[in-house]
Structure formats: structure tokens, C-alpha cells
């Protein structure tokens, strides 16, 4: 298993891979952790839970350092990544024990009332984009609702998957409670099929969450996926064009548009068109790109060679089917796995940048005529994790965030992802919600008790 710096690409190391007994073992050891666990007291897991945090504030510039050499975070995102996992940490510490409380509802019993216990070991399949925040928004909750913890990351970010494991040992969690299995995808199925591993949660594309779910649902194992996006921002004419041009810059490019919920798709109404595509014009004009490691820089490499393939591909096939090219759309002449940072307009039905979900630094302007065609257009995607709405009238706002189909709709706001809000999609986005109070509850037993 090699971890390989996307932005000179050099080795930085290589890792052995666990055998299948090595797996085993691995498994046979964290369940008599979680054996153990599973009956401890809220207050201990607080304990170790805001160790946690404060080992991850501790050692943010080295593993901020670690995430940009393994996948080409730009430096700056990645120390905010490691304080949004030290923030995470901090509220399931902080609220967990009031989530899982005993629920008293009446009924015909003397009392009756619903329970919240752990379930057991539950394994993660995680991606490389957030190769921190990922896990620690599953592993914070699970461990803090009494469950163990089994982490299948990305092959090309070991590294942080081991670094994860040591965070959680050195803050006092017991010996195994939370392992990383360093195993290719095709050891997944015998990870899934052991007895000891009560379920699965998986963020990643929609190929690996259909292999994961039809594994799983063989067990009859529950499975949490969180999948691809193609989320709309959607412009109107009476926004703030300021506010909506800055935001939709971050929007797209943040952790160099390698994000699930990064806006895809820029649905413009006509009256706001030409100012929306000059402005953001002009904005990718001034984007510095360069070494992910200098905090100047806006634009790193992208992760891998292979997605800088797919985001050409993407872009080039639909300028051959009449996409108008308007600034990038290349390769860069230079080491590492850059890619220019490119705008398309004329967008339309049957592009891939129109109907694929797009990994990369690229914004497609899709022109319409009204608020009512940007729901339509909105709604037209396979996809249905996030998404935008710009508008200074807040009542129409919210109207058109309920009209557009995905997990989540910000008006004047971009996507993102809060440990206090619930997180995930509908159609090929997935399902299952991760953060927020019903975060903490898909990977418990939610158990009726009544009693005469």
C-alpha cells in the first residue's frame, strides 16, 4: 500500500497490508474491547472523547502537514479540518449522554419507554477527500453511543488512517476499541461477512456503496452510504451578487472541488446571467495555484493521476457536445496532479458536467429563465445531497429550499457539513444521516421496553 505525494509524485512510503489472519485477529481483539465498553459510563467516554480533541489541537500542524503530503489539501483547509474534528469530538462529549437518554412514552404499560444501546463493532469505509473529518464525524458518535470501531480508509492515505488509530489509543480508549485495517477493497465482503461486525457505513461513490449495501444487506446488516453529489446553486436575480459570486468560489473550489457537497451545477436566471459570469470570471483569474504546502495558495494538485483524467474528460466531452469553454480546461505543464481551474457555460441536459457528479476544479453555468425552471433543473440530477439558494428574500428562499430534492438546502449560505445538523442524502446520494442527534442514533439499538 503506497502513499504518494500528489503534488511531486513521489513516494513518501510504503505500507504492509493486513493478511485475511491478521484481519481476524485484528476483529477478535476489538470486540472483546467493545465487550468491555459497551457497560462503561458516559462520563468516562467524555473523558477520553475531549482527550481526543485536545490531542488533535495538540498535533494539527503535523497532521494538518500529513493530509496535504498524502492528498494535496491545501495547507490552511487542512488545519481547519483537524479543528473541525476536534470540534466534533467535543459535541457528541458534550451531548451524548442527553441524545441516548431513556425515552418515556405512554401507553398502555404501567411505563414504557425507549432505550438506546450500542450495537457492537461497526466498520467505516472511508474516503481519501476528508481523510480525517470522514471518520472522525462516524468514530466520534459511534464510540461516544458505546460501540467499537473498525476503519477501512482509502489506499492512498494510510498514513493519516494509522495516525487516526494513534489519537484514539493515546487518549485513553481501550487497546483496539478503534482499529485501522490496512486491507485492499476486495478483503471489504469478509470484513462485512464476520459475525462480530453488527454494521457498515460507507462514504465514497455510488459503485462502493451498491458493493457495500448488497454485502451487508446478504448479513442483514444495517449500512449508513454516503455517496456522490451534483449539488445546484441556484442564483436569482434579486441575490446578493457580492455575497453569491464570493461564496460560490468556495463553494466549488474547496479542497480543489474534490468535496461531495461542493456546488456542481450553477443554475443562473437569465436577468442575473452576465453579471454572475463575469464576476466569477474574474475571480478564477486571480486564483493562485500552486505548492499545497505555502499558505498562499488557493488551487493544490488534485489527489490522484486518475481524476485529473476524469475531470479532463468530463470537460472535453462536453465542449465536443457545446459547452463554451470560457478560461482553464487544461492540464497543467508542471509536476503533480494539477488541473486548471475551469468554467464552462451553456451547460445543457445529456453533458456529463451537466449530469455527472465532477471532482474537481470546474463551475458549469446553466442559464434559465425563471425561478420555477431553476427548481426543474435542480431536481434533474440522479443526485440529491446538497445544495444553494441566493436570494435577498428569505421567505422566497426557503420556499424554493423545500422544493428542491436533497438531504440539505442553505439559503445564502454554502453546503457544508455541522456536528450539531444532520447530514446525508436522498436518491443515488445515498441515505442514512450522519451528525446531529440523529447521527449518533443509526448505530444504536433503539429498544421498546414495557413494563406492567
Known amino acids: 500500500m503506497k502513499s504518494i505525494n500528489p503534488a511531486t509524485n513521489q513516494l513518501i512510503k510504503e505500507y504492509m497490508e493486513h493478511t485475511p489472519e491478521e484481519v481476524a485477529e485484528i476483529i477478535k481483539f476489538s470486540q472483546n474491547a467493545w465487550l468491555q465498553w459497551k457497560s462503561t459510563s458516559f462520563s468516562l467516554r467524555k473523558k477520553h472523547m475531549l482527550t481526543a480533541a485536545a490531542l488533535l489541537r495538540s498535533r494539527k500542524a503535523e497532521l494538518a502537514t500529513l493530509m496535504t503530503h498524502e492528498m494535496g489539501k491545501i495547507i490552511r483547509e487542512a488545519e481547519a479540518e483537524v479543528e473541525k474534528c476536534a470540534w466534533v469530538c467535543e459535541y457528541y462529549a458534550g451531548n451524548a449522554e442527553a441524545i441516548l437518554r431513556d425515552e418515556v412514552i405512554d401507553s398502555d404499560a404501567s411505563r414504557s419507554f425507549v432505550a438506546f444501546q450500542p450495537l457492537g463493532l461497526i466498520l467505516a469505509v472511508m474516503p481519501w477527500n476528508f481523510p480525517f473529518w470522514q471518520v472522525f464525524r462516524f468514530a466520534a458518535p459511534a464510540l461516544m453511543a458505546g460501540n467499537g470501531g473498525l476503519l477501512k480508509h482509502a489506499s492512498n492515505v494510510p498514513g493519516c488512517a494509522l495516525a487516526i488509530e494513534e489519537i484514539f489509543h493515546d487518549a485513553g480508549f481501550p487497546e483496539h476499541l478503534f482499529r485501522t485495517l490496512m486491507i485492499p477493497s476486495g478483503m471489504v465482503q469478509g470484513v462485512i461477512d464476520h459475525p462480530f461486525v453488527k454494521a457498515v457505513t460507507l462514504t465514497g461513490s455510488e459503485f462502493a456503496g451498491s458493493q457495500v449495501a448488497s454485502a451487508a444487506g446478504r448479513q442483514s446488516k444495517k449500512t449508513l452510504l454516503e455517496l456522490g453529489g451534483s449539488d445546484p446553486f441556484i442564483v436569482l436575480d434579486d441575490c446578493d451578487m457580492e455575497l453569491a459570486v464570493s461564496q460560490a468560489l468556495n463553494s466549488r473550489l474547496i479542497n480543489q472541488g474534490q468535496s461531495c457537497i461542493a456546488a456542481k451545477r450553477f443554475i443562473v436566471v437569465e436577468p442575473a446571467l452576465e453579471q454572475f459570469t463575469n464576476q466569477i470570471h474574474a475571480a478564477f483569474h486571480s486564483l493562485k495555484v500552486g505548492d499545497p504546502l505555502d499558505p498562499e495558495t488557493q488551487i493544490g494538485p488534485l489527489a490522484r493521476p486518475d481524476l485529473v483524467n476524469e475531470i479532463d474528460r468530463q470537460v472535453q466531452e462536453s465542449i465536443r457536445m457545446g459547452a463554451i469553454l470560457l478560461t482553464g480546461g487544461e492540464r497543467y505543464e508542471r509536476e503533480g496532479c494539477y488541473y486548471q481551474p475551469t468554467i464552462l457555460t451553456e451547460v445543457k441536459p445529456g453533458m456529463p458536467v451537466y ?68 447530514f446525508g442524502g436522498i436518491k443515488k446520494s445515498g441515505y442514512g444521516r450522519e451528525l446531529g442527534s440523529y447521527g449518533i442514533r443509526e448505530f444504536v439499538n433503539i429498544k421498546t421496553i414495557w413494563i406492567r
Do not use: C
Open 355 to 422: 449530469s455527472e457528479e465532477t471532482f474537481g476544479p470546474l463551475l458549469a453555468i446553466i442559464a434559465v429563465a425563471d425561478e420555477q425552471e431553476a427548481i426543474r433543473v435542480a431536481n434533474d440530477s440522479e443526485f440529491g445531497l446538497g445544495g444553494s439558494v441566493w436570494t435577498r428574500d428569505s421567505h422566497r428562499g426557503e420556499a424554493i429550499a423545500r422544493q428542491v430534492e436533497s438531504g440539505a438546502v442553505f439559503v445564502n449560505g454554502m453546503t457544508k457539513s455541522d456536528p450539531r445538523l444532520p
